[in-house]
């Protein structure tokens, strides 16, 4: 019903925002991703989602359309709802939830505050085909990156890295150049961790 909102940031909050649009004040709820890529300006442009209940007609805002259509996808979910959702994309960028669920990656959307094994395995077979179709992406790659990162990570981890801190490293790395090698992502984490 509303796609996007265009005017002025009235209140930025982690949680949520005030936009005012010709007069009207809308109480929007983010995801702190959203909230690190909104600037102070006093002129914002978000994506919205209204969600509709009995009780209550709630706005979720996004700074970009990958991350709103991650949203909805996961609202799509038996045992998703707009608030884990949030929750995933506060504690994920939109990319590492679509790559997590485009590898199989079951432990990353676990590591989600509140997400279970049994929901982690539900969100992956649910939606590994639709989000491979709507972002376009080679199965086979995603699979065999996400392979190389965790021996990647397995291996530093072994080293004595934190897994936390080797694997924002490590999707540093790959992030810069994704065909690396098992070897080569170890060999470029180290130079970082």
């Known amino acids: ?19 005012e649009c010709a007069g009207v004040g809308y109480f929007v709820n983010i ?8 600037t102070d300006s006093e002129n914002v442009s978000i994506f919205t989602h209204l969600q509709v209940k009995e009780d209550s007609h709630t706005l979720f805002g996004f700074a970009e359309r990958a991350e709103r259509q991650i949203f909805r996808l996961l609202l799509s979910v038996s045992g998703i709802g707009s608030s884990t959702a949030r929750t995933m994309l506060s504690s994920l960028s939109p990319a590492q939830v679509r790559d997590a669920i485009a590898g199989g990656d ?5 590591s989600v505050k509140g997400i279970g094994a049994k929901t982690a395995q539900r969100v992956i077979l649910d939606l590994r085909d639709k989000i491979l179709k709507v972002f376009d992406i080679d199965e086979v790659s995603a699979a065999a990156n996400n392979t190389n990162k965790e021996e990647a990570l397995s ?6 890295f934190a897994r936390r801190s080797a694997e ?3 999707d540093k790395v790959l992030r810069q150049e994704p065909s690396l090698s098992v070897e080569n992502i170890i060999k ?6």
């Not at 995801?31 to 909104?38: A, D, E, I, Q, R």
């Not at 291996?155 to 004595?160: D, K, N, Q, W």
């Open 155 to 160: 291996a530093l981890e072994v080293l004595g």
């Open 106 to 110: 079951a432990a990353t959307i676990q």
């Open 1 to 19: 019903m509303i796609h996007h909102l265009k005017g002025k940031l009235v209140e930025k909050n982690p949680t949520h925002i005030i936009i």
């Open 188 to 193: 470029f984490a180290l130079k970082n961790l």
């Open 168 to 170: 924002k490293v490590v």
């Open 31 to 38: 995801s702190l991703h959203t909230f690190s890529k909104l």
